[in-house]
């Protein structure tokens, strides 16, 4: 089998060889082979298929940096429907948390899942993308790391981190704190306060810009957290090609469930236990109702980040659809 991907990656001074190269006497048709030429290929083959049952576990060549509430375990578990994808089950937060750093390369790649030959292999970690060591961690790595980044629109990522802290909040007793508390200037003044952190967090292109310090712009592939949402595959396909992935990820591969709102695996990739296979949905965790917040919060919230989506557009050339939506809105105001 030939997977189209980068032909050597580096990684931390190991060569890893991860594409191979089609010999010309495939395009030839066995029958018309001279017997040696014949055989050669056959051993070729076994030696192939040989090395496709060696699975070992590898440092990941593509790493989902972020960003936090935008999709980062919809883009990963969708992506597993690809053959030849595996994935680090949980967060492994190697590149921001000072003690796991510490723990070194061989802790990290213990924490990958076994991979072929050819497999890709991810993680996603979404605090990388705000770390401010992160980028020189995992240039110090692999300098021709392959970066994910899923955004979606600033203020509804705020609201869904909130929607988080209310939904983990010690003491469920006391009422939660009011969304305004944690974005807002505490002089009541409505404006928002640019150090807080759920607003930090959405001031993407600050943090981008860190990463393209280290990582050349075709080395980050963005994804629109909002079209994930309504057209999962689309948004997949784009992914594989970014990997060097043959593309594999169809439609067909997602359910719309109206129960939760969101797109799930179809049973059909869904490994369900035995024989029944069922619709594989994210937890509920994910696509959690939210809170109702103030018109007066969100405007003010709308209005912060405008100013941040141009330098967004000028740093990435790319328009999302919340700017649209969002000018719209400003438009009708
Ligand atoms: N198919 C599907 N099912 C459920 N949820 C989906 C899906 N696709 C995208 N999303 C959006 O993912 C948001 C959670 O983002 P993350 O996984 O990055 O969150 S986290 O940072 O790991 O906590 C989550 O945010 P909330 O809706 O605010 O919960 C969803 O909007």
């Known amino acids: 089998m030939v997977i189209p ?24 048709s066995p029958a018309l082979m001279p017997q040696s030429a014949l055989a050669a290929m056959v051993e070729s083959e076994a030696q192939e298929e040989e090395e496709e049952d060696i699975r070992v576990r590898r440092l990941p060549q593509a790493i989902v940096i972020g960003a936090r509430k935008c999709g ?10 690809h053959p030849r994808v595996r994935a ?50 995992v240039w110090r790595m692999n ?20 929607a988080q802290h209310v939904h983990r909040r010690v003491s469920k007793d006391l009422p939660p704190k009011p969304i305004e508390s ?15 952190k759920m607003v930090q967090t959405s001031l993407y292109h ?13 080395q980050i592939h963005l994804v629109d957290g909002d079209r994930l949402v309504s057209q999962p595959h689309s948004e997949l396909q784009q992914v594989e090609d970014f990997l060097g992935l043959k593309r594999h990820i169809r439609p067909e591969h997602f359910v719309f469930n109206a129960t939760k709102g969101f797109y799930c695996l179809a049973p059909s990739v869904s490994s369900g236990r ?20 103030a018109n ?33 809105q400003f438009g009708e105001e």
């Open 5 to 28: 991907i980068p032909c050597a990656v580096a990684v931390v001074g190991i060569l890893h060889q991860t594409c191979t190269t089609k010999s010309p006497l495939m395009h030839t």
């Open 72 to 81: 980062t375990r919809a883009l990963l578990d969708f992506l597993e429907v």
């Open 88 to 137: 680090a089950r949980g967060e492994v937060h190697y590149f921001d948390r000072e003690e796991r750093h510490n723990l070194g390369l061989s802790w990290y790649r213990g924490q990958m899942p076994l991979s072929r030959p050819g497999d890709v292999t991810l993680e996603k970690s979404p605090a990388y993308f705000v770390t401010e060591a992160a980028p020189a961690r």
């Open 143 to 162: 300098t021709s790391i392959q970066l994910i980044l899923i955004l979606r629109d600033p203020v509804a990522r705020v609201v869904s981190d909130y």
């Open 182 to 196: 944690l974005v807002l200037t505490r002089n009541g003044d409505g404006r928002v306060n640019p150090n807080a």
């Open 206 to 218: 600050r943090h981008l810009r860190r990463w393209l310090r280290y990582f050349k712009p075709d």
């Open 274 to 293: 035995g024989k029944k296979r069922r619709q594989r949905c994210l937890g509920s965790e994910k696509g959690r109702r939210h809170p109702s917040v």
């Open 296 to 328: 007066s919060t969100l405007t003010a919230l709308r209005h912060f980040f405008a100013g941040h989506d141009e330098r967004l557009v000028q740093l990435t050339g790319r328009t999302f659809d919340w700017m649209r939506r969002n000018a719209q």
